[in-house]
């Protein structure tokens, strides 16, 4: 894995294997922000923007999101092992003072602050069909912005409920990936 453009591109990212983890492939991130970066339905700008990856895993995501101007990133990944090598990789690029992490279950996040998001970025285990509560969550608590995009990365054929909470905009297959891309309602 690779940061694809930006200050670090052409850097590598650390990874470990593992059957609770999905690595971002470097082909659909990079298809994901060619939407984004060229996609006039898509309000969004990634500079300075402060961005949300939950189920953040190595942040492959949330890392390109740095190296392309994003102004924060606040990474949500539960598991102690895959949180280490994110902040190896924070530390091996020198971002760390532009990155967040929370060690945590992204149900058991506390949406209560002030801070703003204008894009958030769901990863979640392909079988996990939850993480359409805490979408709901997200949108409850108002966190973002007037213009914002929300990305979520599922397998191709998984038939989510979306319609009631987000507004989607665009829907792309790439492979075994289906990229949702929306705002909420």
Same mark, same amino acid.
């Given at each position: 894995m690779r940061i694809i453009s930006g200050k670090l591109k052409g850097h590598s990212i650390n990874f470990?294997?593992?059957?609770?983890?999905?690595?971002?492939?470097?082909s659909v991130? =990079?298809?994901?922000?060619?939407?984004?970066?060229?996609?006039?339905?898509?309000?969004?700008?990634?500079k300075l923007a402060n961005?949300?990856?939950?189920y953040s895993g190595f942040g492959s995501f949330g890392l390109e999101c740095i190296s392309r101007g994003a102004k924060r990133v606040t990474f949500v990944e539960e598991d102690h092992n895959v949180i280490k090598t994110?902040?190896?990789?924070?530390?091996?690029?020198?971002?760390?003072? =532009?990155?967040?992490?929370?060690?945590?279950?992204v149900e058991e996040l506390n949406f209560n602050n002030k801070e703003k998001y204008q894009i958030f970025f769901l990863d979640p285990p392909y079988k996990d069909a939850s993480f359409l509560k805490n979408l709901n969550k997200i949108k409850d608590f108002k966190i973002f912005?007037?213009?914002?995009?929300v990305v979520i990365h599922r397998e191709k054929d998984s038939n989510d409920l979306l319609q009631n909470l987000i507004h989607i905009k665009k =829907?792309?297959?790439?492979g075994r990936s289906k990229i949702i891309f929306g705002e909420f309602k």
């Open positions: 470990i294997k593992s059957l609770k983890t999905r690595p971002l492939k470097d991130k =990079e298809n994901i922000f060619n939407m984004m970066d060229h996609n006039k339905d898509l309000d969004v700008e990634i961005v949300l990856d939950l994110l902040k190896s990789n924070l530390s091996k690029l020198s971002i760390k003072s =532009e990155a967040k992490i929370i060690q945590s279950k912005d007037k213009y914002h995009l =829907e792309k297959i790439y």
